[in-house]
């Protein structure tokens, strides 16, 4: 099972919104609604962001969301904030391997 | 709070075998799935496998089938995960984390470095 395919990096200005996405097939991203975020600062665990393509658990700032169309997940950080610097992962329920996580994307805050 | 606690660092020589344990509290122990996931330093994660920790039955990645290993204690709210056959590869640091209904990982133990090296 190959990772899904994220952008190596964006950048974006404070205040301004990014989005990452998060490419898939059929068999993974495109088949079910499982795909979840997650943010990892440096030397840091990772964190849940969203879950289920577009929720956001409870103490998640609502300045991310997510969703989905076709085989392309993403994930929308708006008002960007220099603590939302970090390496953000998606990940998705598959139909061979069970579980696959994209190649990650980090975020730098100009 | 639900908590996943792993066990500490590791070095090991090639080919040898690692066993990495996580204690889980908090909540339920066996209405959840624990998975493990490693990360190599500055790559990306990397999903090995789940296990049930009410029936016990596993799941695990093609790249690691023929050397991994997750099984529990349930008295003990703990899971084990052991990889065999070590290469330097194998370097990384490996987390567990709770499975989440239905399809996340909602809580993430502290990780454990396993370093490999002659």
């Known amino acids: 099972q190959s990772a899904l395919t994220q952008p190596a990096s964006v950048s974006g200005s404070p205040g301004q919104s990014i989005t990452i996405s998060c490419t898939g097939t059929s068999t993974d991203v495109g088949g079910y609604n499982y795909v979840s975020w997650y943010q990892q600062h440096p030397g840091k665990i990772p964190k849940l962001i969203i879950s289920?393509?577009?929720n956001r658990p409870s103490g998640v700032s609502n300045r991310f969301s997510g969703s989905k169309s076709g085989n392309t997940a993403s994930l929308t950080i708006s008002g960007l904030q220099a603590e939302d610097e970090a390496d953000y992962y998606c990940?998705?329920?598959?139909?061979?391997?069970?579980?696959?996580f994209g190649t990650g994307t980090k975020v730098t805050v100009l | 709070q639900v908590q996943l606690v792993q066990s500490g660092a590791e070095v090991k020589r090639p080919g040898a075998s690692v066993k990495l344990s996580c204690k889980a509290s908090?909540?339920?122990?066996?209405?959840?799935?624990i998975h493990w996931v490693r990360q190599a330093p500055g790559q990306r994660l990397e999903w090995m496998g789940w296990i049930s920790a009410g029936y016990g039955n596993t799941k695990y990645s093609q790249k690691f089938q023929d050397r991994f290993a997750l099984t529990k204690d349930t008295s003990a709210t703990t899971v084990y995960m052991e990889l065999s056959s070590l290469t330097s590869e194998d370097t990384a640091v490996y987390y567990c984390?709770?499975?989440?209904?239905?399809?996340?990982?909602?809580?993430w133990g502290q990780g454990a470095l396993v370093a490999v090296s002659s």
């Open positions: 990940s998705s329920y598959t139909s061979t391997t069970a579980y696959v």
């Open positions: 908090g909540y339920t122990f066996t209405t959840y799935n």
């Open positions: 984390a709770r499975g989440g209904i239905p399809a996340m990982f909602d809580y």
């Open positions: 289920d393509v577009s």
